[in-house]
């Protein structure tokens, strides 16, 4: 079957880093996405990896291990607004979003 | 950068009767719009590929004959919920795949509609 992992929950300061990992078993890949979502709004885009290594857009960086079906997302310097729900995605080889549970990140000041 | 629009944002209806749901997109072309579901504090769960001028592709376990999806234009899915139950109670999100885009990334999604049936 298909299965993404995230972890349900995670706690950081303001002003810190913090990594939220992703592992994925999909049939096919044909990328992984990570999406913000705020509490009672709609998914975000946030990032696209298909290849390995590191792309970085400003505070928030994802990584891609395509053979350790593995994925990061990093983000520097948090905000209180970065307290949201991030969904990792992933696209198998019908073109289709499989999706993660999604992690709870709470920031604190 | 693309937008896609939901109406209504929030419904409120009785038990039995059917609520419709619209999915646009306003500055670009869609010949697949996605429709998803999603419960608190759960992710995402795909209801529904939409194909424009096509029948849409259902998920397993989601009723074709109680969710009628109907993708008529290049801009605008619609989402009906027949008969709805207080168990349809959900916030609905369509997303709709950028015709033009060549990239993996060009999916974008609708603000979402907060059903609520009493």
């Known amino acids: 079957g298909q299965n993404i992992d995230q972890p349900t929950e995670m706690t950081a300061t303001e002003g810190a880093i913090v990594q939220i990992n992703c592992t994925y078993q999909?049939?096919?890949?044909?990328?992984l996405f990570w999406y913000q979502q705020h509490a009672g709004e709609a998914p975000t885009f946030l990032s696209y990896n298909v290849l390995d290594g590191l792309e970085e857009k400003g505070r928030f960086s994802s990584f891609l291990s395509r053979s350790k079906g593995y994925s990061y997302l990093l983000l520097k310097e948090l905000q209180m607004k970065d307290s949201a729900s991030y969904l990792c995605?992933?696209?198998?080889?019908?073109?289709?979003?499989?999706w993660g549970a999604g992690t709870k990140l709470i920031i604190k000041p | 950068g693309a937008v896609v629009s939901q109406h209504p944002s929030w419904v409120i209806c009785k038990s039995g009767t059917s609520v419709k749901i619209e999915c646009r997109s306003l500055?670009?072309?869609?010949?697949?719009m996605f429709w998803y579901r999603q419960f608190p504090k759960q992710s995402l769960m795909l209801m529904a590929t939409?194909?424009?001028?096509?029948?849409?592709?259902?998920e397993q376990g989601v009723e074709k004959d109680k969710f009628l999806i109907n993708h008529a234009s290049l801009t605008l899915s619609t989402l009906t919920v027949t008969s709805a139950h207080p168990e349809d109670s959900s916030f609905y999100i369509c997303s709709a795949r950028d015709a033009a885009g060549g990239g993996m990334e060009t999916q974008y999604f609708g603000p979402g509609t907060r059903l609520l049936v009493l």
């Open positions: 995605a992933v696209m198998d080889s019908n073109y289709q979003l499989i």
């Open positions: 999909t049939s096919g890949f044909n990328g």
């Open positions: 939409s194909n424009e001028g096509s029948k849409a592709t259902y």
């Open positions: 500055d670009f072309q869609a010949t697949t």
